[in-house]
């Protein structure tokens, strides 16, 4: 297909860019790491904690370079990026510790350089730079839009909102679309009316009830500076009978459209995803399944749009001088303090099903992919309880204020023992048939306490120091993005 005269600049563009970071990072080692995430999944929690336990030299045992004594000092230092926020570190880091809540979530990027000072095995002195890049996972979704037409975009998303459970949420939306003529002229009132009431629909499926993950244009929901324009003023529309007239109601979706890829798309893709070394990609896979097998097989779909997403492959000289590409992935099933330790391997076995077709594909390329259970940082610890003869294998922790169960209330003070019910051996059964999903439901909620509790960040003794933040599997998930580096 020959390219459009915007994409062979666009090309060029992007070959100069990554010609200038190849010639920077060949005397100065520079890995660009990407953290992003669906919504709820901890991006910013990972980072801080990532940051905390390099700088601060947390209990990382598999990470090696850290564990054997190699790193002599990591430190942050100003990000490079100038026109990019900083990742407000310090004021996460005191959330967490201080104030034993949780940061708000990823609305933007946000940026931040840590140098790692280590020896490498051969005993040679060496620094790293690793800019870690933060951006929500809504974003990364959209990168498939720069394939598509307007008529392919909205045939697809009208399709979808046609299934369960998306239609019943998509209501008031398909109530007003029946209203819409495509071929009708052009109406700002019309449009302004879907673009909120289609807004509403991705609001609604984002809710935890439902824990939908396909949700593009990811910027609907998070419009930033952008809330309001035309760029993000636009819906789906049926298949217009015929060729739509210029200045038609179908014309002005589609032109719209097309700046949202021009204004959004292109700008993200061009000067942050493109540039990116290595990525992890944090998933709430305990939302989705809670929420059905509609939810898991949606989170699915979603993953494997977002592996499709990168240019995934073994680094070479070449790629690197004229497009870096993302040689290592891993995908990070979160909030595995919310389960014992025995359904962490079980956790990890439901993420590696949702993306096995999707890594079958980028693995053939060359790409490192890896898939991992964890708690950047770790809310609960464990316990065995005594229910008449029985012990259960439960959790402790301390819920949020206003969390509540079984007509409970918590203070956000009060710790509590709950057991949050075992996940199957066999991932296929959270897979399987609404029916089956809820019969495997009911087992696990016949044995539970409080399976759905939000838990505040843990109480920490700092012992006349900072300090360290518990977790799980965190160094395992360092040592596969970088430890290669610090060899």
């Not at 600049?9 to 992007?14: D, G, H, M, N, S």
């Not at 940026?111 to 890049?133: K, M, P, S």
């Not at 079984?406 to 399987?432: N, R």
Request: charged share 25%; proline share 7%; hydrophobic share 45%.
């Amino acid at each position: 297909m020959a390219l459009t005269f915007t994409e062979i600049i666009e090309e060029a563009r992007l070959s100069a860019r990554s010609l200038l970071d190849y010639g920077e990072s060949f005397f100065n080692p520079t890995v660009r790491l990407g953290v992003t995430g669906l919504s709820r999944a901890g991006k910013t929690v990972f980072i801080t904690a990532l940051v905390h336990g390099l700088t601060r030299g947390g209990r990382f045992p598999v990470f090696e370079p850290l564990a054997s004594g190699r790193i002599a000092r990591a430190h942050l230092a100003p990000q490079p990026d100038d026109a990019v926020p900083r990742f407000d570190y310090e004021s996460h880091l005191a959330a967490l510790i201080e104030e034993r809540r949780w940061p708000s979530s990823t609305v933007d990027i946000s940026e931040l350089r840590l140098v790692v000072d280590y020896q490498r095995h051969n005993g040679a002195d060496r620094t790293l730079r690793l800019d870690i890049v933060d951006y929500p996972g809504e974003w990364l979704l959209d990168l498939p839009l720069l394939t598509k037409s307007y008529e392919q975009w909205a045939a697809e998303s009208l399709a979808l909102s046609r299934e369960q459970p998306r239609s019943p949420l998509a209501a008031k939306w398909h109530a007003h679309l029946a209203t819409l003529d495509p071929s009708a002229p052009e109406d700002e009132q019309a449009t302004l009316l879907a673009a909120k009431l289609f807004t509403e629909y991705l609001r609604a499926c984002r809710d935890e009830r439902f824990a939908m993950s396909l949700l593009p244009p990811g910027r609907f929901l998070m419009p930033g500076n952008l809330a309001g324009s035309p760029a993000l003023t636009f819906a789906p529309l049926d298949l217009p009978d015929g060729t739509a007239p210029d200045r038609s109601l179908w014309a002005m979706m589609l032109r719209r459209y097309e700046a949202y890829k021009d204004v959004v798309v292109r700008p993200f893709f061009r000067d942050h995803f493109a540039r990116l070394d290595r990525q992890i990609v944090l998933v709430d896979a305990l939302a989705a399944f809670n929420s059905g097998p509609e939810a898991l097989h949606d989170l699915e779909a979603a993953l494997a749009g977002i592996l499709d997403c990168f240019r995934v492959g073994r680094s070479t000289f070449l790629s690197n001088l004229f497009r870096p590409r993302i040689d290592r992935i891993l995908f990070a099933a979160t909030k595995a303090d919310h389960l014992h330790h025995t359904s962490h391997d079980r956790l990890e076995a439901v993420l590696r099903r949702a993306v096995t077709g999707a890594v079958a594909r980028a693995e053939a390329t060359g790409a490192a992919i890896d898939v991992v259970a964890l708690a950047a940082i770790r809310a609960t610890r464990e316990a065995v309880v005594a229910r008449g003869r029985d012990k259960l294998p439960s959790i402790l922790g301390t819920p949020a204020e206003g969390e509540t169960a079984d007509g409970q209330s918590f203070d956000g003070t009060m710790e509590v023992a709950t057991f949050p019910g075992d996940l199957p051996a066999d991932p296929e059964e959270l897979f399987a048939s609404e029916g089956a999903f809820r019969g495997l439901s009911s087992t696990l909620a016949e044995n539970s306490d409080y399976r759905f509790l939000r838990f505040r960040p843990p109480h920490l003794e700092s012992n006349g120091g900072e300090p360290a933040l518990p977790h799980i599997r965190l160094d395992r998930a360092l040592q596969f993005l970088i430890g290669d580096r610090l060899q």
